[in-house]
């Protein structure tokens, strides 16, 4: 029994090792949440591993959400998720999140307006 | 390069497209969607919280549930996206989080197999989401009166009920147009009713 030279990389293989087997992020990230990535994202000094280089290069044109991500890189959803909360704990990803419309929380005004704005992007597609 | 302060309002909302097995969802989702469907997989395993029906669920190790969902750029800083439900409506672990936070849900609906939307009106009702339904004509046909399926859905009456073409732009367009309007409209009734 040999280890090491025939472990199995790829990511869908073994989807949780790329995060050394945690399954909690250290920040709760919604599946639209926008990731963006930082200056200190952009310098590349700071990166720890082939995916956070992936994640960098993909977040560092246009905005991409945390179910973008995950489908691109092809890892499950929580891999995505832990892998973008250390990035951006470590400053490497800014993360935007969603406007909430949830029917009894939230800030009404704010709500109201952002609908407005997705009502007339809609009309102008 | 953008400052934080350029960015500072981004955002993003979403939309929830339901509706059975084979109704057309991603095809609905691909019609309007900026980008080809993608998909993105869920794992649940035995270690998931808030799992009160493990026991239907016949791998306790990993089940994946798969998502197609596509994106519309509505400003710079204002990005709106489409989540299909996964098919099975059992994986009901994914759909909590799919309807956290949405505007509000299309349920798209087959009247060859009415009764596969039954549960998904029943959550989104129990979950105060606002959804419409839209009946999914496959070939251009209307083969019912909107209020004959209102009625076997049982749904209240102004909960919006309107055909569509899944595969066509423009009727994707203004069944997304008549959810934002009809969710619009609930907050400004609430409003007026609260003063």
Redesign the interface.
Known sequence: MVLGGDEPTGSLVR?YAVTRGR?RPQLEI?????V?T??RGRSGQFLGGREQKVIVDLCGGR?Q?L??I???MEV???VARVLVADMAADGLL?V?????????GGD?SV??E??????S???R? | MNSSADTSRVTSAKIVIAGGFGVGKTTLVGSVSEITPLTTEAIMTSASEGVDDNNLVPDKQTTTVAMDFGRITIDQDLILYLFGTPGQTRFWFMWDELVRGAIGAIVLVDTRRLADCFSVIDFFEHRKLPYLVAVNCFDGKQLHDLNDIRDALQISHDVPVMYTDARNRESTKQVLIKLVEYVLSMRRTRTVGVH
């Open positions: 989807p399954t919604a599946l639209e949440a926008l963006e930082t200056a905005l959400s179910a973008e995950a489908a691109r499950p959803l929580g800014a935007h999140e969603p406007t909430g419309f949830d029917a009894d009404g709500g109201t952002l609908l407005e704005r997705v009502l992007g809609l009309r597609l």
